[in-house]
């Protein structure tokens, strides 16, 4: 069991641009979720796979932001024409929701800090 | 709905005991509580369902009042490793999978 992991770490980019993250869950969790988390805050739900299946998405999430998990194990978070806002730690988080209701608890990888100039 | 923490931050001194509470206007399914340090990830502590069961770390615990909306999480002879962020996060039913988080409670502890 690696954890959970996230590439980049850091990314830097000017306004206007794409931009696109990664994350790997633990191995065999079948449930994945991103939350992006600004200072001072708490972690911020943007959205939820079962396997290969989005189906949950903020209503706070915009139409720039878009996140596939193709084939039910990675998952990319893809954010178009970034503006200042968007600068924030997106986080990657994962949980198997296979064995009992506890099973829920999601293990959080360690962020990818977007900073857009 | 953001849950709200209470209080905003403490400080301890070493051997003291805390307790952080977490209020919710929605009925919740679950209770979760993680505790990040600054520049990692949030780390699972404990989570409570409705209905009385709970499981997470030995070290930690918890309660959670359904009638109520509240949980609170109960740190007991601190330790200087415990200083970091709590944030309590809920669920508002089984079939949502999204945890909504507090603000968080900023935990220091000292010698």
């Known amino acids: 069991d690696t954890g959970v992991s996230q590439n980049p770490r850091h990314k830097i980019t000017k306004r206007g641009q794409n931009v696109t993250f990664r994350c790997d869950p633990i191995s065999e969790h079948n449930r994945l979720y991103w939350y992006r988390q600004t200072l001072g805050q708490g972690p911020e739900f943007l959205t939820y796979f079962q396997n290969e299946a989005q189906l949950e998405k903020s209503r706070l999430l915009s139409d720039r932001f878009s996140a596939e998990r193709p084939k039910g194990s990675f998952s990319t978070l893809e954010i178009q024409r970034t503006e200042q806002g968007d600068s924030a730690m997106y986080l990657c988080a994962s949980s198997d929701g296979l064995r009992d209701r506890f099973s829920y608890e999601q293990y959080f990888g360690p962020g990818t800090r977007l900073t857009v100039t | ?111």
């Open chain 2, 1 to 111: 709905q953001q849950p709200v923490q209470s209080p905003q931050a403490v400080i301890l001194r070493e051997g003291e005991d805390a307790v952080i509470n977490c209020s919710s206007s929605k009925a919740l399914y679950s209770v979760h509580w993680y505790r990040q340090k600054h520049g990692e990830a949030p780390v699972f502590l404990m989570i409570l369902l409705k209905g009385g069961e709970q499981k997470g770390h030995d070290k930690i615990s918890a309660s959670f009042n359904e009638k109520k909306q509240q949980s609170s999480l109960y740190l007991t002879a601190s330790q200087l490793s415990y200083s970091g962020t709590y944030f309590c996060g809920t669920r508002t039913g089984a079939g949502s999978y999204q945890l909504t988080f507090g603000k968080g409670t900023k935990l220091s502890v000292i010698p």
